[in-house]
């Protein structure tokens, strides 16, 4: 439900790409009316103009589209052959030149820039607080039963002990630390998704047998595995303090006290977390005493209306949350029988409904859902990851702003960007006021609108607000910012704030995420980048664990492992990609546009005849066996060098601007092709008019040698392979001329020659362009116009 249907993206270099070459089709239309026009619409004029469209079709660089997929395909190739990011993915082959043009950078927290290893930290009851060096105390209180649990294991025996009466019908005692430090840990160790998993041993020959009787049910053989690593931290701590998780299945779970004590424990049934609800629960029945318990946790924003009053549960959240924990609000409620049972038959006629059944479910568990007694706050620490505060600096000194999109509460994400140096410790930061109207947005929007230069950290039900009623305003601000905040978003949310950024301000954005909540996010970017985690976890290759699957890396265009990696990615392949893309693009439509000025000049002379100046091999030779190898050679052509880019990480500022690609260097290039084509096929004419039979090669060899010194001028680094191209394709040009000779004395020249001697009229008295006299007999043959 958080994913959505993904689109085709399209580069900005490509679209850039295409509008110049419709600029290049107007200038062939454009071009052939003239050659009609000054011909003077002899004739069929309209088959004149066709013939010049197919002889200037030249100009439109139909090779474009091939040599820049084959150039983007070697750049994922030189990407992921990078040992700097070792484990990096290329997924796409049609945009790797934008993580040279990013502007914007939308990253999740949790797994992206904090390592999603969980490490349990803090245990507060309300009166007291443990911390990392008071969890023997907890393991103490667990080594004593407190007397409640004594009393009822001692009416235990008698298994007909009818289940007691609702909670709220006892008198209510004032509970010892010890009865709730144990009601706590077993609410934590039963209100979970996780499953114990054994190893198989080895058999014969070395295979698993899988057989259950030849498993390990040894501690040291048990993992866990969950649908997210916050469970798995909470279920280990648990086992850390004596209370261990042996084994579950989709009825039941089993519990092992400190004193060996094997508990089993009904599931009855089972709610899962949701993005939308952040919470969970799960009803279970005691097998022993028969009680069942409905066991809830969650976020403090969705647990805070559900447990009964208290006057610490705020403060206490807010305090770990400053500390950079995730926190977790563990209630629960006892039901009878009978309450159960009502429950029971009022949930499944809910889950029967043919007509808005998730609305009837979710009110039939809200029912459930009402003065729970509260019984702890769970503070989980997640660490950063490796060299993320010097990649963030990175990226900033690069101009790229960076906004942190989490669904962890306000004061956790504002201490990770502290901590992690998105946001600068001296650096002003506008905490957004929670709004819920129209008014009050207004009201917020305008004090943020006074402040000039400081962090913004929004939560997402205030972004939902300003979103409605103020979206152009909110974006417009938020844009200004060096560092945008949001926290409480949801999957729904992140995407949203990717497609608002990308239209508001046109600019290239990236998303990088680690779970199945950034799809959506992921999918709506023109560049996006997917934090891949590996099997494996301890190695020093690949220190990542298998922790939130792969839907991130499978919907991403790139895959890394580790976010410092995003660095030189971006630094120093986005740099090369988008540098070679341009390059290639602009050289290719110089290739075409040279020789269709030629052809321009060669048809002016010879006073605007439809005429081809070389025949189709050459031409196919011209753009793939001469020029092909050394003008594809640029992808291999840097103009600094890696380490000069991640060393001067402003250097990536100026990629942003679109200075190598635009109107301006197209235009450059325009008038270098005509003019080098101009020179060429006029200096041919008027240099070697004795040997005019021979103009075709003599130009079409200048051609050549002209195209592969501009681009050995063009290449700012040289690499082997660049001169193992440009003698490669002058051998096979030479090779050409010595053993295919017959093709280049059949152009032009020649056919013009065959139609004078064929022309049964004489020729009038007129002056060539080149020629310095009257037309004489000797230049009949080779020259003359058409009736």
Known sequence: ??????????????????????????????????????????????????????????????????????????????????ESIPGTVVRTSTIPEELGRLVYLLTDKTGTLTQNEMVFKRLHLGTVSYGADTMDEIQGHLRNPCPQMQSQAGGNNASSTPPRKAQSSAPKVRKSVSSRVHEAVKAIALCHNVSPVYESRAGVGGEAEYAEADQDFSDGNRTYQAASPDEVALVQWTESVGLTLVSRDLGSMQLRTPSGQIQTYCILQMFPFTSESKRMGVIVRDESTAEITFYMKGADVAMSSIVQYNDWLEEECGNMAREGLRTLVVAKRALTEEQYQDFESRYSQAKLSIHDRALKVAAVVESLERQMELLCLTGVED??????????????????????????????????AKSSHLVSRTQDIHIFRPVTNRGEAHLELNAFRRKHDCALVISGDSLEVCLKYYEHELAELACQCPAVVCCRCSPTQKARIAKLLQHHTGKRTCAVGDGGNDVSMIQGQASVLGRRTRRGAGSERHPCSFQEGRQASLAADFSVTQFRHIGRLLMVHGRSSYKRSAALGQFVMHRGLIISTMQAVFSSVFYFASVPLYQGFLMVGYATIYTMFPVFSLVLDQDVKPETAMLYPELYKDLTKGRSLSFKTFLVWVLISIYQGGILMYGALLLFESEFVHVLAISFTALTLTELLMVALTIRTWHWVMAVAEVLSLGCYVASLVFLNEYFDAGGPSLISRRVRASPQPLPEARLPFVSGPVTSDLRVRCGTFQ
């Open 1 to 82: 439900m958080n994913t959505s249907n993904p689109k085709n993206k399209v580069g900005l270099l490509d679209l850039e790409l295409n509008q110049l070459t419709k600029a290049l089709f107007v200038a062939l239309v454009a071009l052939s009316v003239v050659m009609v026009t000054l011909q003077g619409f002899v004739g069929p004029w309209y088959r004149s103009l066709f013939r010049f469209l197919l002889l200037f079709s030249y100009i439109i660089p139909i090779s474009l589209r091939v040599n820049l997929d084959m150039g983007k395909a070697a750049y994922g190739w030189m990407i992921m052959k990078d």
């Open 383 to 416: 660490r950063l990851q490796a060299d993320v505060r010097p990649t963030l600096e990175l990226l900033r000194n690069a101009g790229i702003k960076i906004w942190m999109l989490t669904g962890d509460k306000l004061e956790t994400a504002t201490c990770i």
